[in-house]
């Protein structure tokens, strides 16, 4: 019903910044939120941030705050992820996805079953 396809990995050095895209399609009168996800090697994948339709409303994982920036535009049906000083420690492959009911103006628990539609993934390396 939707699909998400993320851009914008790619090699970066410690300390340097990223911007990724997430893209969407298929749902053009629904207001859902949209989180970002990352797996590590060897690692589970883990909740980063989240924004709701409007904008209003963000989470973000302690780990990031302060780095990540979580933004939309809704018109292009598009949500951001601009990272700055980045770690070695973000390395991971960076998931998008979007949340099958409407989230106007909240966004639901990181850890619910909320999220339905999920993207392929990019990957992000961050060299020392």
């Known amino acids: 019903q939707v699909r998400v396809v993320e851009s914008g990995g790619g090699l970066v050095q410690a300390g340097g910044s990223l911007r990724l895209s997430c893209a969407t399609s298929g749902r053009p009168f629904s207001q859902y939120a949209v989180a970002w996800f990352r797996q590590a090697p060897g690692k589970e994948r883990k909740f980063l941030v989240s924004i709701s339709w409007s904008g209003t409303r963000t989470s973000y994982t302690d780990s990031v705050k302060g780095r990540f920036t979580i933004s939309r535009d809704n018109a292009k049906r598009t949500v951001y992820l601009q990272m700055s000083s980045l770690k070695p420690e973000d390395t991971a492959t960076y998931y998008c996805?979007?949340?099958?009911?409407?989230?106007?103006?909240?966004?639901?628990?990181?850890?619910?079953?909320?999220?339905?539609?999920w993207g392929q993934g990019t990957q992000v390396t961050v060299s020392s």
């Open positions: 996805a979007v949340t099958r009911g409407d989230y106007y103006s909240t966004i639901p628990e990181s850890g619910s079953n909320a999220y339905a539609y």
